[in-house]
């Protein structure tokens, strides 16, 4: 069962100059592999996993299972034939409540509870990842993120949800078995906040969404491309925040993630999936985390704002320079790392 | 000699989303421990070491050098009896130029060539850590950074000067030896920006510098304050980035470290040493950072402001929650890394 309450110890904290929210969880501490910072690997054996057997693990009683999209079985499939598994996260950042957190002042220091959710995606396979999945088994994994996204968007508190996932253990996973969570924020995170703000302030100008002309421009000049498909184009981007950072837009203009149908997930899973096999092909395996950019929850619209996906391949560190100027130094340019991305078969 | 004229492949890129700079710095690839992203250590072999002969490893003239402050040999000293030595680094992130950079239009995208300053600031002492310094030695490396910001400040096309230390393979570190650095910006960057906007807001609406108003703030409750001396505290922020940072501020204010005189820097020295030697013993000897923030090179003040130093423990990895909000996540409350890092001789 999923715990009610604020997490002990779990809030929000906002600092008093940049403005800037960061999340204070104190119960992440208490995760098996929390205490090892700097782990060369994980380990793969899957008597230790908590995911092969997730009931069995404790990971409580499900919020969504699905079946194999290929299942074969005759009757009503049971729990025990799941392929996606979701369920409330053992270590959670931030918990549900009934009240929504409100803003508690404190000398100069604003700090708010740590309401929310955070959960866990699991797929079946102990050892097989998104980019070595089929396209219906991927295309089964975004419809369940886009299931729990629908049922966390109208809780009353919630305010932004991220879907991500973390892959190997420089990437921050703490388990060898492949996995996605999903955390549903009562804010609006920073990062957001300036790139939705950003993506406002163009549309005013210009009357168009910038994530389209930045599109039309990339389509034009090619060198950044790295492929495309019917509906998806994903690009090494201008301004990376790492080397051989990946996004994939949809080429049709859309805010939401979670309005993309069948055919859009399909060709979604085509598209991560060669980016993924081109990123492990040209740069041996790297640890990588990708995530979902949407709109907020509990935005109409907005037709400014156009959803991707930024994948982000772990290639080095966060040093003095990047931690005391917000200045992301990265050593490949990304037309460089479009070009051997594009080569890679 | 120093090359000048921009480094080949280094430019400054804006996202045309969020508005944020990053630097592409291509050069950097040739480093030579640049490769290996995930070391457990760096060799501490003195005969693999660049910095214990700055010379012999071609780490050019000199910009500065300063003998030791307790140096006993008669007559005028000489460049072999340096202590401190800074030089240009050998693989620098920008480079000097006639001209100072003009942002570039490229479709939907802004540019600007990577001129600026990086240099390298060496302690004689192949194995001794600014922690195990004596005041008057760490006195003598802050008098360093003071008179290379000094001189740098004067440039025409220079924004914005950080000087940060990296300590271990962690925290971004490529050799053994202690060594900080100093990047010269033609830009104020986006951390800093921030900060100032929301110091300048502060200080229209309560005419009071918002870190004077948090340091009277902690020293009344206490329960955040570590250390402190006649002209420094040492408090655990309220809304840390990381777990255990620590930040170090002059009780005065001050809007500018290169302001601080002979006897703030050596207690100064005192503060930094004290709080290093706690994270070690603490904290199983982490790797870390840390970093002078003080006000832009150019504006005159301001009031609002207050220079400080940021240290910052490596003791996790940023992941895709982090990655795709921009909120950091810390496991560790600072009223509880405050209370270990007190009790700590």
Redo the contacts between chains.
């Keep these: 069962m999923t715990k009610k309450g604020p997490v002990p110890?779990s809030e929000?904290?906002?600092?008093?100059?940049?403005?800037?929210?960061?999340?204070?969880?104190?119960g992440?501490?208490k995760r098996p592999r929390?205490k090892v910072?700097?782990r060369?690997r994980l380990s793969s054996a899957v008597k230790e996993c908590p995911f092969d057997d997730p009931q069995a693990s404790g990971n409580g009683v499900p919020l969504l299972w699905l079946p194999h999209p290929k299942r074969t079985g005759s009757g009503e499939p049971d729990a025990k034939d799941w392929w996606v598994w979701i369920a409330p996260n053992k270590f959670p950042?931030l918990r549900p409540h009934r009240d929504c957190p409100q803003i508690e002042g404190d000398?100069?220091?604003q700090r708010m509870s740590g309401v929310g959710f955070h959960e866990i995606i699991i797929t079946r396979d102990h050892d097989r990842r998104v980019s070595e999945m089929t396209p219906e088994e991927a295309e089964t994994v975004l419809y369940a993120y886009q299931e729990r996204y629908r049922a966390l968007q109208r809780e009353p508190c919630i305010e932004?949800i991220?879907i991500?996932?973390?892959q190997g253990?420089?990437?921050?996973?703490t388990v060898y078995h492949p996995h996605s969570?999903l955390?549903a924020?009562p804010i609006i995170?920073?990062?957001?906040s300036?790139?939705l703000e950003?993506?406002r302030t163009?549309y005013a100008a210009h009357g168009r969404c910038?994530?389209c002309?930045?599109l039309d421009?990339e389509r034009e000049?090619k060198e950044r491309v790295v492929y495309e498909n019917d509906r998806f184009l994903v690009l090494s981007?201008?301004?990376?925040?790492v080397s051989y950072e990946m996004r994939i837009y949809p080429k049709k203009h859309e805010s939401r993630f979670e309005n993309a149908d069948a055919s859009d997930r399909l060709a979604l899973s085509d598209a991560l999936s060669v980016i993924l096999r081109k990123i492990k092909k040209t740069m041996d395996d790297?640890d990588y985390?990708?995530?979902?950019?949407t709109a907020p929850a509990k935005a109409t619209g907005p037709d400014y704002y156009h959803w991707h996906i930024?994948v982000?391949p772990?290639?080095?560190?966060?040093?003095?320079?990047e931690?005391?100027?917000?200045?992301?130094?990265?050593?490949?340019?990304?037309e460089?790392a479009a070009g051997a991305l594009r080569a890679a078969k």
């Design positions: 110890g929000f904290r906002r600092d008093p100059v940049s403005g800037d929210w960061i999340l204070v969880a104190s992440r501490q929390a910072a700097h060369d950042a000398g100069s220091y932004y991220l991500f996932h973390n253990p420089a990437a921050g996973a969570q955390i924020l995170p920073p990062d957001v300036r790139s950003g993506s163009y910038v994530h002309s930045m421009w000049k981007p201008f301004a990376p925040r790297p985390n990708f995530f979902i950019h930024e982000l772990h290639t080095s560190t966060w040093a003095g320079l931690l005391g100027t917000g200045i992301e130094v990265v050593a490949i340019p990304p460089e």
